[in-house]
């Protein structure tokens, strides 16, 4: 049997006190008085069946006890590693003899049975190195005083250690399913299904269990606790062990620090120093995310960037006792994106462009000729879009567009001309690209800054309204359309209907009012108006006016609604 030993082996009283007893379960099978705060002033004793959290400083060994009082007694000892790898040994060696003095009736001098510990360091059982969770086992131990030995070489770190004298009733971590593998399912450019089987623990047992996924960049992690010490803020000092299983009274009054008589002191103890002050502040965190899901063995991972590899473990934890048990971890990488097709421009020619919701093009222009300047138009006939243009790789212009926009860019020979279009977020896009080396060759009408139909109120009627809308330097066609639309038609409505490629050939002509020519050398004049007649009383209009090129591509002005009086 494992013994539990509450070790007051910080002896704080003085030398000339009392000599200090080894509290076990039967304290007449062993008896030590020890008192040697060189040698044991920061170990503990690790209890029988518990989990105990504990935290290592670098290069620092740290001592743990534990005593088996009959020999054959079955024994297993389970560590587990947080954040970095560490070296353990479990020792053995042999109890005093009889140190109750049932010889004389006078128990062993202290110095002796100080002697006989300090200087024998017991039979080397196991010894491990690596960031594993590893364990010893064995059906039948030796009576003796057990050390446990641990060291990390790398960095402060957390750990875990479980031992227990009755490892076939405690079960203390959920049992692996005979196939422990996690299956990657389905694979997408966002998502991956991942199934695994079900722990025997909950399927059989009937114990609590419940699964955690953990979904990162950068590798598989071997235990829970690895794991929620990434995700940790702060994880530079230990937290303290919650009340209960996992923590032996020792740990949770010192936290592995050397022990002192001063209560005061003992509480500057649990703040962290400078040094790690600076480790946690520095220390980046890393993109890793935890999920509970209870009982279920099948779950989609969504939100994934597409054609990134990322790593897959799953956790039985037992929320009973809160232990938990590693399932071999996977990876898998997401799909790509669909390549897209590459659209050519002609020099001189219009091509019309759908862009998805969120989704992008990329366009190539190739001049077949030199050229001294090259000129892009482009009209975006719904919501704005990003347009960037590089040229042999280098960046020349990036911006957003709404409505018609040209930019005229210097020529290369032999140049090419890369164009990607970013759409909108709000929804789908549609555009006309334009792109040509001859500047004389203008699909596209030149347009005012402000491109909205002005109502006058004092100029309605209950048969006409008027209208005014600005013009250019350069003599376009205008043509205005009306169409009647009913009291609940809103604004809302009107967005929607805002295709500005939409052109009057897809009116009917029972809707057209008139068409004419307009400029003014004087921009500041270049304002026409037009009246429209022939409207019913207190009714609604939704007016449309489109500006017409030389080449026939036209341009649409934002909508208006317009109501006429109902009395006159």
Not at 273 to 281: A, E, I, R, V
């Amino acid at each position: 049997m494992l013994l539990l030993c509450c070790l007051m082996l910080l002896l704080l009283l003085p030398l000339s006190s009392m000599p200090q007893k080894l509290p076990t379960r039967d304290e007449e099978l062993f008896q030590m008085q020890i008192r040697d705060t060189a040698f044991f002033h920061d170990s503990s004793v690790i209890p029988d069946g518990a989990e105990i959290s504990s935290y290592l400083f670098r290069d620092t060994p740290k001592r743990y006890f534990f005593v088996v009082e009959e020999d054959n007694t079955p024994l297993a000892v389970t560590v587990t590693p947080c954040d970095a790898p560490l070296e353990w040994k479990l020792s053995v060696q042999e109890l005093p003899e009889e140190a109750s003095g049932e010889g004389s009736g006078e128990p062993e001098p202290l110095e002796q049975q100080k002697q006989q510990i300090t200087n024998e360091e017991g039979i080397e059982l196991f010894s491990y190195k690596g960031n594993d969770v590893e364990y010893f086992m064995s059906s039948s131990s030796p009576s003796g005083l057990y050390h446990l030995d641990l060291l990390s070489t790398e960095k402060d770190t957390h750990f875990k250690v479980y031992a227990t004298t009755t490892p076939e009733s405690d079960q203390p971590y959920p049992e692996l399913p005979y196939d422990p593998r996690i299956d990657v399912t389905s694979l997408g450019r966002t998502t991956v299904t991942l199934t695994w089987k079900p722990s025997p623990t909950a399927s059989l047992l009937k114990q609590p269990i419940q699964y955690c996924i953990v979904i990162n960049k950068e590798h598989n992690f071997k235990s829970l606790c690895a794991v929620e010490t990434k995700l940790s803020s702060d994880d530079a000092f230990m937290m303290a062990p919650k009340p209960g299983l996992d923590f032996s009274p020792f740990d949770f009054a010192h936290f592995g620090f050397p022990s002192d008589n001063n209560s005061g002191k003992e509480r500057n103890f649990l703040k962290p120093s400078s040094k790690f002050g600076h480790q946690t502040s520095s220390k980046q965190r890393v993109d890793l995310h935890k999920v509970c899901i209870r009982n279920k063995n099948i779950f989609t991972v969504s939100d994934l960037k597409p054609d990134t590899q990322y790593y897959f473990d799953m956790f039985a934890v037992n929320t009973n006792t809160n232990t938990s048990t590693a399932y071999i971890g996977t990876f898998a990488r997401t799909k790509e994106e669909a390549k897209q097709k590459m659209v050519e421009l002609k020099d001189g020619r219009v091509t019309d462009v759908f862009i998805k919701r969120k989704g992008g093009k990329f366009l190539r222009f190739a001049p077949v000729s030199s050229h001294q300047k090259v000129i892009f138009s482009i009209h975006s006939c719904l919501d704005a879009v990003q347009v960037q243009v590089r040229r042999d790789g280098k960046l020349l212009l990036s911006q957003n567009v709404e409505g018609v926009r040209q930019f005229q860019l210097q020529g290369k020979a032999k140049a090419k001309y890369l164009i990607r279009l970013k759409g909108s977020k709000k929804g789908a896009s549609i555009l006309k690209v334009l792109a040509t080396t001859r500047p004389n060759k203008q699909s596209f009408p030149s347009l005012p800054e402000d491109t909205r139909v002005k109502a006058f109120d004092k100029l309605r009627t209950c048969s006409s309204v008027t209208v005014a809308w600005l013009g250019t330097q350069e003599r376009n066609k205008f043509c205005i359309y009306k169409r009647e639309v009913g009291d609940s038609y809103n604004e809302e409505q009107k967005k929607r209907e805002q295709n500005q490629c939409l052109g009057p050939d897809m009116r009917k002509k029972s809707e057209k009012v008139l068409c004419k020519y307009f400029h003014s050398q004087n921009i500041q004049k270049a304002v026409t108006t037009e009246t429209i007649r022939g409207l019913q009383p207190g009714k609604s209009y939704l007016l449309d006016v489109y500006v017409i090129g030389h080449s026939g591509h036209s341009v649409k002005y934002q909508s208006k609604l317009v109501k006429t009086r109902k009395f006159c």
